[in-house]
Every structure is written in C-alpha cells, then in structure tokens.
C-alpha cells in the first residue's frame, strides 16, 4: 500500500504516487494533432481509476483541456462515491485551437479562469478541487495580478482549497512565483 505525506505547506496528506490523468479521456486531436495520449475507452479508464485506488492512490491530476473535459468527465463519473477519501488536481487556462505545432492557446484572465473552474466543477461532480492551478507561468505583469485575483476568490468561494500554478519548465517563473508569496 502506498504511504502518504504531506503537500508541501498544504494541509493535504497526498499519497506518494498520484495519477495523472491525461490520457483518461480517450483520443482526442485537432487539425490532424493529437492532443492526448493514447486512446482508452470509458471502461479501461474506470479501471484504471479503481485499480489506482485499490492500489492506495488518493491524488487525481488532470486539465479541462485533456480530451476537451472528457477526462474530467471520466475521473468525475468514477470517483464521485468516493469524493471524500481523495483529492483532485485540475488545471486550466489552455483553450484547443487550430496553432501549430502545438495547438493551444494560453487565457491566464480572471473571466476565463473562473468560467473554465465552474465548468470543471460540472464535469468532475463535486462543488470544489484540492487543488487549482493556472496550466502556465504568467508572462507578464498583468497574468499575475489576475492570478492573484483569480485564486484569492477561488479560494473565498470555497471551489479550490488549495490554488498554484503548473510552470512546465519555466523554472525562473516559479522562482518569481515563490518570491511574490504565490
């Protein structure tokens, strides 16, 4: 069974190896580009997700940009009973366009944020995530003033108990992130 430990300065006991949902949601491609990792159905999806969970695993990862919300979908339908012995990570701010070579668009904004979390909350089942994060480093100065505004609302609305920002490998950015208390 796997152990558990703390996330970070968070209050949650995550267990060691989490599953990062990507490809959960099935094939998925956009002119020709696929956007997802392999292609499951709904049933091997479920059976990874309670595999996962015999296995101790209580950390869900995933986006509303992996298979368009249909991963969501999926972790939401097959964790729902279980909601209260788990925690769900998601992310969002990559919006599916036609860009190559790589066809996502990045919307740090506050409007764009809260709309994509509240349509997460719908497709996942439940009325808050452990975890929110933008899906990108901001950029600029105003992508962080409306992170700043966008979490501190998440979290007063109670729809994230936990909020951060996935920065890839924008190392500096998340160094920045950690200097501006974030």
Same mark, same amino acid.
């Given at each position: 069974? +796997?152990?558990?430990?703390?996330?970070?300065?968070?209050?949650?006991?995550?267990?060691?190896?989490?599953?990062?949902?990507?490809?959960?949601?099935?094939?998925?491609?956009?002119?020709?580009?696929?956007?997802?990792?392999?292609?499951?159905?709904?049933?091997?999806?479920? $059976?990874?997700?309670?595999?996962?969970?015999?296995?101790?695993?209580?950390?869900?990862?995933?986006?509303?940009?992996?298979?368009?919300? $249909?991963?969501?979908?999926? +972790?939401?339908?097959?964790?729902?009973?279980?909601?209260?012995?788990?925690?769900?990570?998601?992310?969002?701010?990559?919006?599916?366009?036609? $860009?190559?070579?790589?066809?996502?668009?990045?919307?740090?904004?506050?409007?764009? +944020?809260?709309?994509?979390?509240?349509?997460?909350?719908?497709?996942?089942?439940?009325?808050?995530?452990?975890?929110?994060?933008?899906?990108?480093?901001?950029?600029?100065?105003?992508?962080?003033?409306?992170?700043?505004?966008?979490?501190?609302?998440?979290?007063?609305?109670?729809?994230?108990?936990?909020?951060?920002?996935?920065?890839?490998?924008?190392?500096?950015?998340?160094?920045?992130?950690?200097?501006?208390?974030?």
């Amino acid at each position: 069974m +796997l152990q558990n430990r703390k996330l970070g300065r968070t209050n949650l006991s995550v267990s060691e190896i989490g599953l990062g949902c990507w490809p959960l949601g099935g094939l998925t491609t956009i002119n020709g580009i696929s956007i997802t990792y392999g292609d499951l159905d709904q049933t091997t999806a479920s $059976n990874i997700i309670k595999t996962a969970l015999e296995l101790g695993v209580n950390t869900f990862d995933t986006a509303d940009s992996y298979s368009l919300g $249909n991963s969501e979908k999926r +972790l939401g339908k097959a964790l729902k009973d279980h909601r209260e012995d788990i925690h769900i990570f998601t992310k969002a701010a990559g919006i599916p366009s036609y $860009n190559e070579p790589m066809p996502m668009e990045i919307d740090l904004s506050y409007h764009h +944020l809260m709309a994509a979390l509240d349509r997460s909350l719908k497709r996942l089942e439940t009325n808050y995530v452990d975890l929110f994060q933008a899906h990108k480093a901001p950029q600029s100065e105003n992508d962080f003033l409306s992170l700043e505004k966008t979490f501190k609302e998440i979290k007063a609305e109670g729809k994230a108990l936990y909020c951060g920002v996935s920065i890839g490998l924008e190392y500096e950015k998340g160094i920045e992130l950690i200097k501006r208390g974030r």
